[in-house]
């Protein structure tokens, strides 16, 4: 069994950065997808940002573009997700998730929905003031 751990959340004001951090742990940890949704209050969770690491390609939300970043350190089983120039609509609980890596996809539609993922972290608050 896969467990994710996500850190790094807090608040921040507008115009400020902060990086989310998921490390993976468990006796084997085999993933060809890794990615980070967010979820408001009343909505739905939504997609952020993911990275086909079979093909080292990353995507992301139209609203993040040019704002994060997603990274990943093998050696340390840890994702990273950059966050600069926060806005007060970005303010959500963030979740890290990652596919058990038994079927290969490629494709971007399958790494922006989140049905596709098999282990999912606990969730981290980031709240943006104006």
């Known amino acids: 069994q896969v467990q994710l751990v996500e850190s790094g959340g807090g608040l921040v004001q507008a115009g400020g950065s902060l990086r989310l951090s998921c490390t993976a742990s468990?006796?084997?940890?085999?993933?060809?997808?890794m990615g980070w949704f967010r979820q408001a209050p009343g909505k739905e969770r939504e997609f952020v940002a993911a990275?086909?690491?079979?093909?080292?390609?990353?995507y992301y939300a139209d609203g993040v573009k040019g704002r994060f970043t997603i990274s990943r350190d093998n050696a340390k089983n840890t994702m990273y997700l950059q966050m600069n120039s926060l806005q007060p609509e970005d303010t959500a609980v963030y979740y890290c998730a990652a596919d058990d890596g038994s079927t290969y996809y490629s494709g971007a539609y399958y790494y922006t929905t989140h049905g596709m993922y098999d282990y999912w972290g606990q969730g981290t608050q980031v709240t943006v003031s104006s």
């Open positions: 468990g006796r084997t940890f085999r993933t060809s997808a």
């Open positions: 990275h086909n690491l079979r093909e080292d390609i990353t």
